[in-house]
């Protein structure tokens, strides 16, 4: 059974239309990250969010914003896409730091297309 | 800080073992992750070791590690067409709560 849960599978957006991608979890975790992972790359982390604190990675867009309303749901919200932002969206889940065995649980990811 | 690396490709016979590298950086005590991607999808925890291990076997899959190198390994016995995919290396360090994530290594079982 997903555990994380990440709709749609594809996803077509035009050039600067703001675009959603939401991600679920079944698990409880606390911990809940965004990756985008371009094409025969590592994800890069863009933001995590630990319980309701939001962590931004340094080098993350402005045009990416996050939310997590509770638990479960967490949302990127790309606000004015544009063609290099065209990747795949990871999202993960881990217990937090307190555990330091808790690997990060992933989604099958979103792909993003700009037209 | 972290920094984790892969050599990029690896051909494969089906049933021969395969074996994927990675070195890292960071000399806290740490984590150390093999996550597997197949096209399309997201990426699929393999196994794990912590640092203060030199070896974990689990089914065809033997991980080594070597501390004082900064080197990890990752050993797939009788590599099945199933196999074929990216493996990403990672590192979990103290209480960071990011994965920091090698390139990847590209196999290809060969049937």
């Known amino acids: 059974d997903a555990m994380v849960i990440q709709n749609p599978r594809y996803q077509v957006t035009q050039f600067g239309k703001p675009v959603t991608l939401s991600c679920s979890q079944t698990l409880n975790h606390n911990v809940m990250y965004w990756y985008q992972q371009k094409s025969s790359q590592a994800p890069k982390l863009l933001f995590h969010y630990y319980d309701k604190d939001f962590n931004n990675e340094a080098d993350t867009p402005d045009n990416f914003q996050s939310r997590r309303p509770n638990t479960s749901f967490c949302f990127l919200d790309i606000r004015s896409p544009g063609l290099g932002d065209a990747a795949m969206y990871l999202c993960?889940?881990?217990?937090?730091?307190?555990?330091?065995?808790?690997?990060?649980?992933f989604g099958n990811g979103t792909r993003l297309t700009v037209t | 800080g972290e920094d984790v690396e892969q050599s990029l490709f690896l051909s494969v016979r089906e049933g021969d073992s395969s074996v994927i590298n990675c070195t890292y950086t960071d000399s806290s005590s740490t984590y150390l992750y093999w996550y597997k991607q197949e096209p399309g999808a997201g990426l699929q925890l393999l196994t794990y070791i912590f640092s203060n291990m030199d070896m974990k076997q689990d089914q065809r899959l033997t991980v080594l590690l070597n501390k004082k190198d900064k080197h990890l390994s990752l050993r797939i016995a009788d590599t099945q067409t199933g196999d074929s995919a990216i493996y990403f290396c990672?590192?979990?360090?103290?209480?960071?709560?990011?994965?920091?994530f090698g390139k990847g290594n590209q196999v290809v079982v060969i049937p």
């Open positions: 990672a590192e979990r360090s103290g209480g960071n709560n990011r994965l920091a």
């Open positions: 993960a889940t881990s217990r937090g730091a307190g555990d330091r065995r808790s690997p990060l649980h």
